[in-house]
């Protein structure tokens, strides 16, 4: 689908609804683009959004995939993003310090790894972080 300045395609994984978006995001197709990926949310445990053929996107765009964020956690899903080391849209979500709220992984293989290593409605790389934190603190399980 061509979202004006903006492409959107899905695509079904294991564990996973894969969208990727390519071209621009702004104020004139982040509505578009939020009613696409809301009719979406909840269709796998997991939403993927691979941002790795997105060459722009605006406080409109950031505004739509956090809500797309809040969706999937009302639902019980997950959010996974794709974004290119050190590129624009990873430059935008570490300047808006969306990064630290979002899960942003650096390849598509990536998501869909840790998407399969979701246990139990239990996100395996949070399991990994909570045990490392424990062991940090001289604590166990």
């Given at each position: ?26 104020m ?12 979406h ?89 909570n ?11």
């Amino acid at each position: 689908m061509s979202i004006e300045l903006a492409t959107i395609g899905f695509e079904d994984a294991e564990r996973a609804t894969v969208v990727s978006i390519g071209g621009e995001v702004d104020m004139s197709n982040a509505d578009r683009l939020l009613d696409e990926l809301m009719a979406h949310v909840g269709s796998a445990p997991w939403l993927v959004i691979d941002l790795t053929g997105c060459s722009y996107l605006d406080s409109a765009g950031l505004r739509a995939i956090a809500r797309v964020d809040l969706r999937c956690r009302d639902v019980g899903a997950g959010l996974r993003l794709v974004v290119d080391l050190a590129g624009a849209i990873d430059r935008v979500l570490t300047m808006t310090r969306m990064s630290e709220v979002l899960t942003v992984d650096r390849s598509l293989a990536d998501a869909l790894e840790s998407a399969l290593g979701d246990v139990d409605g239990e996100r395996a790389d949070e399991e990994g972080a909570n045990a490392h934190r424990r062991d940090a603190r001289g604590g166990g399980p």
